[in-house]
């Protein structure tokens, strides 16, 4: 990682970020509980940028509730915290060590005085592949066996008795590349200069039988709801939103996922639970068994919208999840019960 660009980033984001957060909070109410909700200037602050508008919209008690810090920073007034969210990178460690040991000594805080804590940064398992995958396996979920490659020229003679085909992607990051491996000429194009901590991953077939296309699913997970967010499907093995193949019946496809409630709800949201997490953006996979296959929870999704051109069908889907969001902080907060249906009464 480039320390010395987000270093930069911080600096020159970061200012303008704390005057923000100085003009937004003093319009806010100061009755406990509040949330406390922590950014990191040189990184996904913006992450949940429409979720915010769309409280301040339709959940205004909330919006008025929600204190902003950008780190490094301390809150002023510890007794008024009811709850501490980190809207920060799962990445962070690796590009921002200072501001990640900050975020965990605010999560330390919170834990010392009792404070709940939504998607705590220090989780080992919400921010490493290996781990995640591992755990979901010794569960009994289907999950891609991976193992970390810290010597290339030893792996290259063992494989770390991987099958072929299998994968080497990065174990950290997302949207990094990912290999190809049928053989061991294959290993020599891998490109292991440009990987952080490369990984070999067992590959899972999950081609259709219906149409040949791979398909990901994801839903949003968030405390007890889980949102059918969207399908991508694509011809190749390496399921990519810049790959899409789109048809009417893809499309229908989509419309009806995101209607209808998910068939693997109780599963997904204990793989969630097995994380330590409370929000998730899960990506999986059906195979031609129809047993699921989860490959990966984000713990900081995008929850904004695709582009309007081609998000019109995704947008109830959209909000949906921005209420789930809403109710799991007013339940954490205490002023609704978990099982209230207050917010979730949106249904656009």
Not at 36 to 51: D, F, G, I, M, N
Not at 179 to 205: G, N, Y
């Amino acid at each position: 990682m480039n320390l010395l660009k987000y270093h930069c980033k911080s600096a020159l984001f970061g200012w303008p970020l704390r005057v923000m957060d100085q003009m937004s909070n003093a319009t806010r109410c100061h009755d406990a509980p509040r949330v406390l909700v922590v950014r990191h200037p040189a990184k996904r602050s913006y992450t949940y940028r429409e979720c915010l508008r769309w409280i301040r919209k339709h959940v205004p008690q909330l919006h008025a509730r929600m204190e902003f810090l950008t780190l490094p920073t301390q809150p002023r007034d510890w007794d008024s915290i009811g709850l501490l969210a980190c809207w920060t990178a799962d990445t962070m460690r690796h590009w921002s060590p200072d501001g990640y040991r900050e975020a965990c000594n605010l999560t330390n805080q919170c834990r010392a005085r009792g404070i709940p804590v939504v998607n705590p940064v220090d989780s080992n398992a919400a921010h490493s592949k290996l781990e995640m995958t591992t755990i979901w396996r010794q569960s009994g979920i289907r999950a891609p066996r991976c193992e970390l490659i810290q010597d290339v020229h030893a792996f290259k003679e063992s494989m770390a008795g991987m099958s072929f085909p299998f994968l080497i992607r990065d174990e950290q990051g997302h949207g990094r590349p990912s290999c190809w491996i049928s053989s061991t000429k294959d290993l020599e194009h891998v490109p292991w200069h440009e990987m952080i901590c490369p990984m070999a991953s067992e590959f899972i077939d999950t081609r259709s039988p219906k149409d040949g296309l791979f398909r990901k699913y994801r839903c949003i997970v968030a405390g007890d709801e889980v949102i059918p967010r969207h399908i991508i499907a694509n011809a190749d093995w390496e399921v990519r939103p810049e790959r899409r193949v789109n048809s009417d019946e893809l499309h229908a496809e989509e419309v009806t996922f995101i209607e209808t409630h998910p068939e693997h709800a109780d599963q997904l949201r204990y793989a969630t639970q097995l994380l330590d997490l409370d929000i998730a953006g899960i990506d999986y996979s059906i195979d031609a068994a129809g047993e699921l296959v989860l490959w990966e929870a984000n713990p900081v999704p995008n929850l904004n919208a695709p582009p309007t051109h081609r998000a019109q069908h995704i947008l109830p889907a959209v909000e949906r999840s921005f209420a789930a969001i809403a109710k799991l902080y007013l339940s954490k907060l205490g002023l609704i019960e978990s099982h209230s249906s207050e917010v979730l009464t949106w249904n656009r």
